[in-house]
């Protein structure tokens, strides 16, 4: 059978064409044949699957209609889902059954949509590669020894091998975006504040951002529609008009001005990706968008930047894994001092440590201003590059990675080579600007990505430019053959 | 800069993290390129430029002071490693 996009599995179930349980057994049975090569998944949930397609099939023969009704997705496991374990990647929360629902999650549900189950990760999304994970590396689907990027490596690489049509990821410094261009997906990190952050487990609160991993841009606008709101439960979510981002796809991108910024097209670029992305550019162009070179010249100062602000928020926000109220707990703890110190060593793997460390130092009395207080005063100036660079264009567009995916165990090592995986994807975060990444080409058998990136809630646009560059390419419609 | 293992041990106990001599030495190394990669900042030109703590400069929605959540004690300690009556147990505080 065709594996088909979201939407044209919709459209197939709305023409009683195929039921809402034969598609949910149709990836169930496809996890079951493939997974155990990708390790993509902490946990599959058949029966809940199966008991939320049988409801949508209801629906849909009463006549509903909804954004995804019936559709499978695969959600990462940093979305809590009350009812089912929760990990986060993590030892410290092996055992966590979620008391509640994650408001993304809670809406997409509403909307229709069939939990198939929870995709791996790095642990606490600190990671580009999905290796730090507890339960497990994943492996890329286009090539094994490989890693598939991270941390939502497992939901791409899910989608990737179509063991789901989609998925959800989060991206705090590019974490949606990398792994998307690694396993050959289309990937969105919304505007920070566009998706509600209640019950998505906290890895650096002013940088993280949930969002939609799909096999195209029309896909991930349908996933995105349902995401999306203002939330009461997060104070950070942003109210804005209600918007369609599947209804300007169709338009045409002439005299679309398109922003290269030199920074990115530099030295630490990998020539076959550079050739890539160039020839993804001279697509566009041929659809009449305008190529300008611009520069955002802060641009080396983003990785930095972010090594201080992003620890220091997660050494804050893990502070609550105290081995009391959720978690791991250690045996017999001596008195409360061992119980604290001992669990949390026990529960966090080494990258968690180091970060928690690196954010406890940066925020401890005598280097607040030195580090974290710098690395803000950055951030404002990285933010300040992008927003004189959309004064003079309407998009930026670039590689969304220096590399083709690395191979496993090449940058575990060496924390600082694997945190330049990012290069590319981390000032976005901390502007707190909309990315997507699309894929772009092919190269040895990897897939590569080009990253979009727009200006505060343009999200409709970026995925305007990526369906129209998908109308020209094929790139995101072939498959890994091993899971053909 | 550089961290030598007894820093990496001041930092682990404000942070809660029980680290053994061994891991003290390992980590003193990774956070040494970490910090030293950092410094990179120093060179940036920030005089007057104001720190931002948030992307959209957003400031916090107040809600009405009402309550809106429900008692749900039980259902959240259910996920606790070790309760009793509705407490928390922890091992002996005061002696």
């Known amino acids: 059978m065709t594996l088909e996009t979201l939407a044209g599995w919709s459209r197939r179930l709305y023409a009683r064409d195929i039921s809402s349980r034969e598609l949910a057994e149709l990836y169930l049975a496809r996890i079951d044949r493939f997974d155990a090569q990708l390790n993509s998944f902490i946990t599959v949930t058949p029966e809940l699957a199966l008991e939320a397609a049988d409801a949508a099939d209801r629906r849909i023969a009463k006549g509903e209609r909804a954004p995804l009704l019936g559709l499978p997705v695969a959600q990462k496991d940093i979305f809590c889902t009350e009812g089912v374990r929760t990990t986060c990647g993590s030892r410290m929360l092996e055992g966590f059954i979620a008391p509640y629902t994650a408001t993304a999650v809670e809406r997409m549900n509403l909307a229709g949509s069939v939990m198939l189950g929870k995709t791996n990760m790095d642990e606490f999304a600190m990671g580009s590669s999905n290796e730090t994970s507890h339960f497990g590396a994943v492996r890329n689907p286009w090539k094994p020894d490989c890693v598939p990027g991270g941390s939502s490596g497992g939901s791409a690489a899910a989608v990737a091998a179509r063991l789901a049509p989609a998925a959800t990821g989060t991206d705090t410094g590019g974490s949606i975006r990398q792994p998307a261009a690694f396993c050959g997906i289309t990937g969105v990190k919304p505007t920070y504040g566009r998706v509600s952050r209640y019950g998505m487990i906290a890895f650096a609160s002013s940088l993280d951002q949930g969002g939609p991993m799909a096999t195209s841009a029309e896909d991930c606008a349908i996933l995105l529609n349902a995401m999306v709101g203002a939330d009461s439960r997060d104070s950070t979510s942003v109210e804005r008009p209600r918007e369609d981002f599947t209804a300007g796809l169709s338009e045409g991108i002439r005299g679309l001005r398109i922003g290269l910024p030199r920074e990115f097209f530099g030295d630490g670029l990998d020539p076959s990706v550079r050739a890539v992305v160039d020839s993804a550019l001279a697509v566009l162009r041929e659809r009449g968008a305008e190529l300008v070179e611009i520069t955002l010249p802060n641009s080396s100062l983003s990785v930095p930047a972010y090594y201080v602000v992003a620890p220091a928020e997660c050494s804050s926000n893990l502070a609550r894994y105290d081995g009391v109220r959720f978690g791991h707990r250690c045996e017999s703890p001596r008195d409360l001092m061992d119980l604290y110190t001992r669990s949390r060593a026990e529960g966090f793997g080494a990258e968690v440590k180091r970060r928690i460390m690196i954010g406890t130092y940066v925020l401890s009395a005598g280097y607040y201003d030195a580090y974290y207080l710098k690395a803000q005063k950055v951030r404002r100036l990285i933010a300040n590059d992008f927003r004189q660079a959309f004064a003079q264009v309407d998009v930026i567009a670039g590689p969304t990675s220096p590399e083709v995916p690395f191979r496993l165990g090449a940058k575990s090592a060496d924390p600082v080579k694997m945190y330049l995986s990012d290069i590319y994807t981390i000032a976005v975060n901390l502007a707190g600007l909309p990315g997507l990444s699309v894929p772009a080409g092919i190269v040895g058998n990897l897939p590569v990505g080009m990253q979009l990136i727009g200006n505060y809630f343009d999200e409709a646009r970026l995925l305007n430019v990526a369906h129209q560059f998908q109308q020209d390419t094929d790139w995101h419609t072939r498959m890994p053959a091993a899971f053909a | ?95």
Do not use: C
């Open chain 2, 1 to 95: 800069m550089s961290l030598n293992s007894d820093e990496v041990r001041r930092i682990a106990h404000l942070a809660r993290l029980a680290v053994s001599d061994r891991e003290a030495e390992l980590f003193a190394g990774g956070l040494s390129e970490i910090f030293h990669f950092v410094e990179a900042l120093d060179a940036a030109e920030i005089s007057g430029i104001e720190p931002m703590a948030h992307p959209l400069d957003a400031e916090q929605r107040l809600r009405p002071d009402v309550v809106t959540e429900s008692d749900q004690r039980e259902h959240f300690q259910a996920v606790a490693p070790l309760v009793e009556a509705g407490l928390y147990l922890v091992p002996r505080v005061i002696e």
